[in-house]
């Protein structure tokens, strides 16, 4: 069964920059896709970016322009690059992985300063 584990999080001041990490337990072409998610205090999870084995990228409007999600096959690595961090963008990040059905990881923090 593969397992997902995130790294990265932290605690950054607004217009600062993290790289939060994905790395699977097997290789990543094992998975149709796969993207990161958010969930802050009182809300609901939402989508943050995804990327297909292909490698084309979706993203959240909110984060379009400051976040990139990238993949390093042989890492068998997901990356999010996310830039002008902005305190609304504080929540748990999760990974997730898909295929015939879905795989999450158990999540970083990440907290922006204002």
């Known amino acids: 069964q593969a397992q997902l584990v995130e790294s990265g999080g932290g605690l950054v001041q607004s217009g600062g920059s993290l790289r939060l990490s994905c790395q699977a337990s097997?290789?990543?072409?094992?998975?149709?896709?796969m993207g990161w998610f958010r969930r802050a205090p009182g809300k609901a999870r939402e989508f943050v970016a995804g990327?297909?084995?292909?490698?084309?990228?979706t993203y959240a409007t909110s984060v379009k322009g400051r976040f990139t999600i990238s993949r390093d096959n042989a890492k068998n690595t997901v990356y999010l690059q996310m830039n002008s961090l902005k305190p609304e963008d504080t929540a748990v990040y999760l990974c997730?992985?898909?295929?015939?059905?879905?795989?999450w990881g158990q999540g970083t923090q990440v907290t922006v300063s204002s």
């Open positions: 997730k992985g898909w295929n015939t059905r879905d795989y």
């Open positions: 097997g290789s990543i072409f094992s998975f149709n896709g």
């Open positions: 990327i297909t084995t292909g490698g084309q990228t």
